[in-house]
């Protein structure tokens, strides 16, 4: 601050001019900082709700619906048709020959195992190589009795048929070993009904989707998974002219298809079908896939080699994530709300604050450890001492349960122990006790009545014990649910005014009336939220189901056998994914059922939390 | 006594009984890794004694790892003639000529069992541990007599350490046991992360928190002052903090399903595209790297720092900004004067919170940089001092990884112990660092609210 010229001398006050200079600077720094912390959080709030935007915008590809247009007159030229084995060059054809049988179809798999052959009138005969000199291993007729057989072709893998006969009948038609061993050619379903005799069928390169052509002009795409077409037009719509179209050609990738007059290119159709094996249907619903021998639900993404046909039903890994979800609340449920209902209701307050910060200071065990311990230590052991724990499970609640019972015969002063942290010593030593004397019946039980092993004894009754299941997720995953479930419940309790049990028990209410009447019915809606919340952190778990799980996706909710989560799927598959691929989006997808249903547990159990809170407040 | 009193009773002993179950369960835990991560580097003893193989009595050097009583059945799947109960040892026996490191003895056949005090372990830097009796040793060679009788001999150079266990006094015992705890925390890890330190690993998750915590430290407190002081309290102000409450429940895979898709292949790709292009088609940014790794932390833990922000900002009472304006105070200034001042430990707090939540995080990394063996510290001596493209170990990832891929469980088990013994002491110091500040944060507010 120097002196000014025009100011009166002795005063060190800035002058109007100063302080106006003063002043302005001060709105402009004001300014500047609102706009600048409002763009701060701005950007991170759109940035985080960008989350599920982005996420959404990789899965829509997987839903989009097919689309083609006609280019009459394309560049290029039609690329040659996949060269397979004639039966020219093969001793097949003298073995059809001596079959008697002139087919008017032959079709032979890339490996030359099996030749089949068909008449126009639907007859068939299927050849093996293996056993060439027997003629015909099995006759049957491809078409319904008085319809002509007019198209048949192999899917790509050849593993698979698609016939079409004159009445516009599509059927697909699969190779699969039956009781004996023996391959066989069956009937496994039909497509919709074309409007006309079918004129021309080609299969797709590398995935199981084929293209059909009637006598009317109509054009349709289909997928083998399902029945009816992806996409369809007629030639009218398509503005071309009829011109005796009698062949179809996909190109490598799968994104054009020629229409072809003996070899004469008539038009070029180009297609974006990028992601046919991916609908609801497919994701959701049973599928029978070829070399399967009924229709399931499968998860089975990787394939060694470029024929393989992906598998993705999201079933599996729903079921799997459920049941450990399960499991894991069966545990902990009953464990946080007691443990929530004893730190209220019964401790006095330097005890209960220390208790709560403890079980809150489990949260923070990382999931990691919690999954080595139960994969490497829990797992083996739950298997050897499995009926010392269901004796464990027995015995504890009943010694304590006998304790209740006869707690008033024991003399005055050890019945003082009632008020105090001393009854978590006394309960602790009866769960060591517990466990002490479990471990040795356990034993003297199993060399009694299983045979030195209930794992043994299981497994010759038929069930199927495996070493990483649902029981050590459930008490794995409980231990890790548990703290945020407390938390939520004792907050729910602890918000309970007051004056509410200070009246019950003016009124001569005793302690379990009050928890009864009072304490546990206000609290309710906080313990749903608990359990919400619960359920939605054991939904998102990861490292625990990776580590403690076989990861073997099954359907079943047994609680001896592993499981496959759609978080562990998400962790080991997607490193692996090629970038924009079907398995890719489809994992993308998984995420998004994730978020979604995360994002939605703990909404509402805010909401309720809120509402709770809310009430409470005006009761007071 | 009257009978409408048991229920209460019951319920308070099974209330007490779910308590107790649920605190003893967490004791044995930390207790359980405590134990078994601090016996790795306790000199153990070392045994010798006889043993039938093939018929001849062999001689056998090594330590007890552990002990198994097996039962009738599972001798006799085992060919073995048929006792009523027996007993298996599993001995750590080093590298031997033709037998795994390995190996479960029974009790019963050995004979003859000792502790002589010359027995040694000798570890080698890259053939593992050797169990024999040393012969000779000059300057720059080592002579050791193995189980079977034959010796062999190593060079000074090649030796990480030899140790007489049977002779060491406690005192021995505990300088020992220290120096190889500073070993396992200060070097490299050798043999697919069998043996060695972890140095790398601890470095990796220090780094890549530690740069968290500058991403999310300045954007996430930015972002809860505007949500708790700037934003008007309308119906869309209060879904936008509900849904920013309710991010940090998302499950953190599916933080990393996005970090992938967008930071890597998106986000990475066009930087590589715009300023390395002539490294093109070697991705420089486009692969998975520590700068994503910090990243997909910092989008994981920024709903913590907000939440934290906001609620250190709600427990300031409104006095003191009230007295801030009446004094003609420009709201920033109040902002930066009067609140900062007070709210910056709950802040703190919120980013210690923070860090100790990234520092466990295993699954959404897998995705974007952190992977199982990557030795060279991502450092350099010149600016930035950071490596930000290079990919990193971590001390989460080394718990998955070497716990249970590993292909010889059995030296790798104990390993995973300690690493998770350094792990759960990172976090939990962490955790006392922001216990103690909000401890202090909540005495220095209600001196000023009085």
Redesign the interface.
């Given at each position: 601050m120097t002196p000014n010229a025009e100011k009166p001398t002795g005063s060190h006050l800035p002058n109007a001019q100063q302080r106006q200079r003063r002043s302005r600077h001060r709105r402009w720094l004001d300014r500047g900082w609102h706009a600048l912390i409002t763009l701060a959080g701005v950007s991170v709030i759109a940035t985080l709700l960008a989350i599920f935007v982005y996420l959404l915008l990789e899965v829509l590809p997987l839903f989009k619906p097919v689309s083609a247009q006609l280019q009459p007159h394309a560049a290029s030229t039609p690329p040659p048709a996949l060269i397979l084995p004639s039966i020219a060059d093969d001793d097949f054809a003298m073995a059809a020959a001596k079959a008697g049988f002139t087919a008017d179809f032959q079709l032979i798999d890339g490996l030359k195992r099996v030749i089949i052959l068909a008449k126009r009138d639907g007859e068939a005969c299927v050849l093996l190589r293996a056993a060439l000199s027997q003629g015909c291993q099995q006759r049957l007729s491809l078409t319904d009795r008085t319809v002509q057989l007019t198209a048949a072709t192999w899917l790509a893998g050849q593993q698979s048929l698609i016939t079409g006969d004159s009445s516009g009948q599509l059927k697909q038609w699969y190779l699969i070993a039956d009781a004996a061993g023996q391959l066989r050619l069956s009937w496994v379903k039909p497509f919709s009904q074309q409007a006309a005799s079918i004129v021309a069928i080609a299969a797709e390169r590398g995935r199981r989707g084929f293209a059909v052509l009637d006598a009317k002009g109509g054009l349709s795409v289909f997928y083998s998974a399902l029945s009816s077409p992806i996409w369809q037009a007629q030639y009218a719509t398509l503005s071309l002219a009829q011109k005796g179209v009698t062949e179809l050609r996909f190109t490598p990738n799968n994104d054009g298809l020629w229409l072809l007059n003996a070899q004469q290119a008539e038009g070029f159709l180009a297609i974006n079908n990028r992601h046919p094996e991916i609908s609801w249907r497919t994701l959701w619903q049973k599928v029978w896939y070829e070399s399967w021998q009924q229709p399931e639900y499968v998860w089975q993404s990787g394939g060694g080699y470029e024929l393989y046909q992906g598998k993705y039903s999201l079933v599996p890994l729903t079921v799997g994530t459920l049941k450990a979800a399960f499991y894991a609340l069966l545990v902990a449920v009953p464990l946080a709300v007691l443990a929530a209902i004893f730190s209220v209701c019964f401790l006095q307050e330097p005890v209960r604050s220390r208790l709560s910060s403890m079980i809150e200071l489990m949260a923070l065990f990382p999931t990691v450890i919690i999954g080595f311990l139960a994969a490497i230590w829990l797992a083996p052991a739950l298997e050897q001492h499995l009926l010392s724990l269901l004796l464990y499970l027995l015995l504890v609640p009943a010694a304590v349960w006998a304790l209740a019972y006869y707690w008033h015969y024991l003399p005055r002063r050890w019945q003082r122990l009632n008020s105090s942290g001393a009854m978590l010593i006394l309960m602790s030593a009866i769960l060591l006790v517990g466990a002490w004397v479990a471990l040795g019946l356990g034993s003297w039980f199993e060399s009694l009545l299983f045979d030195d092993s209930l794992r043994f004894w299981l497994d010759q009754q038929g069930v199927d014990y495996q070493q990483r299941n649902a029981l050590v997720i459930g008490l794995a995953m409980g231990f890790a649910v548990l703290p945020v479930i407390y938390t939520v419940s004792y907050d729910a309790l602890a918000q309970i005014p007051q004056q509410l049990t200070a009246g019950a028990y003016a009124l001569g209410a005793d302690q379990w009336q009050i928890v009864r009447r009072i304490m546990l019915p206000v609290a309710m809606p906080g313990f749903l939220a608990a359990v919400m919340l619960g359920l939605s952190r054991a939904i998102g778990e990861t490292m625990i189901i990776l580590m403690a799980t076989g990861n073997n996706p099954i359907t079943n909710f047994n609680l001896f056998e592993g499981l496959r989560s759609l978080t562990a799927t998400l962790t080991i598959e997607l490193p692996e994914a090629a970038v924009d691929s079907s398995h890719y989006r489809v994992l993308f997808l998984v995420a998004i059922l994730l978020f979604v249903f995360t994002f939605a547990a703990n909404t509402l159990a805010d909401l309720v939390r809120q509402r709770l809170r809310r009430n409470l407040q005006r009761l007071e | 006594?009257s009978a409408?009193?048991?229920?209460?009773?019951?319920?308070?002993?099974?209330?007490?009984?779910?308590?107790?179950?649920?605190?003893?369960?967490?004791f044995l835990?930390c207790l359980?890794?405590l134990s078994r991560g601090l016996r790795l580097f306790w000199p153990a003893e070392v045994v010798q004694f006889q043993y039938p193989i093939s018929g001849q009595m062999q001689q056998v050097f090594g330590e007890v790892v552990s002990r198994q009583q097996v039962?009738?059945?599972?001798l006799a799947a085992a060919g073995l003639p048929s006792h009523s109960q027996a007993q298996r040892v599993l001995i750590k026996q080093g590298q031997t000529a033709g037998q795994t490191a390995f190996r479960w003895y029974w009790q019963h056949l050995s004979r003859d069992w000792q502790t002589p005090a010359q027995l040694s372990l000798l570890r080698h830097f890259s053939q593992g541990e050797f169990y024999g009796v040393v012969m000779q040793e000059n300057a720059t060679e080592l002579q050791l007599r193995l189980s079977d009788n034959s010796s062999r001999t190593f060079l000074r150079s090649d030796i990480e350490r030899v140790i007489s266990p049977n002779q060491l006094s406690l005192w021995g015992k505990l300088q020992l046991f220290a120096a190889q705890w500073w070993q396992f925390l200060s070097t490299e890890p050798r043999q697919a992360n069998s043996a060695g330190g972890i140095l790398p690993a601890i470095m990796g998750t220090v780094l890549s928190v530690l740069l968290m915590a500058l991403l999310v430290a300045?954007?996430?407190i930015?972002?809860g002052?505007?949500?708790h002081?700037?934003?008007k309290d309308g119906r869309l102000v209060r879904l936008?903090r509900?849904?920013?409450?309710?991010?940090a429940?998302?499950?953190?895979?599916?933080?990393?399903?996005?970090a992938?898709?967008?930071f890597v292949?998106v986000l990475g790709g066009s930087i590589d595209q715009l300023f390395y292009a002539e490294q093109l088609p070697q991705a420089t940014f486009g692969t998975p790297g520590l700068l994503w790794v910090s990243l997909t932390l910092a989008?994981l833990t920024?709903?913590v720092v907000?939440v934290a922000t906001e609620e250190g900002l709600a427990r300031i009472p409104q006095s003191l900004r009230l007295g801030g304006y009446a004094l003609g105070a420009?709201?920033?200034?109040v902002?930066?004067k009067l609140i900062l001042p007070v709210a910056i430990p709950a802040m703190i707090t919120g980013v210690v919170l923070a860090m100790?939540?990234a520092?466990?995080?295993?699954?959404p990394l897998?995705?974007v940089g952190v992977v199982k063996y990557a030795p060279v510290l991502p450092l350099r001596s010149e600016w930035p001092f950071v490596q930000l493209d290079q990919q990193i170990m971590s001390l989460?990832l080394q718990?998955?990884d070497v716990?249970?891929q590993s292909s010889n469980a059995d030296a790798a088990?104990p390993r995973?112990y300690a690493i998770?013994l350094v792990?759960?002491l990172l976090?939990?110091s962490l955790?006392l660092l922001a216990?103690r500040l909000r401890r202090y944060y909540r005495a220095k507010t209600r001196s000023q609210g009085a």
């Open positions: - | 006594m409408n009193r048991q229920p209460g009773r019951r319920l308070y002993f099974f209330s007490a009984l779910a308590t107790a179950l649920t605190l003893l369960t967490f835990l359980l890794i039962n009738a059945e599972q300045p954007i996430g930015m972002a002052i505007y949500l002081e700037y934003a936008v509900l849904s920013v409450h309710n991010l429940g998302v499950p953190s895979v599916v933080f990393g399903v996005f992938l898709g967008f292949y989008l920024l709903p907000i420009t709201k920033a200034e902002l930066r100790s939540r520092a466990g995080e295993v699954a897998i995705f989460g718990i998955y716990g249970l088990e995973v998770a792990l759960l976090i939990g955790n216990m």
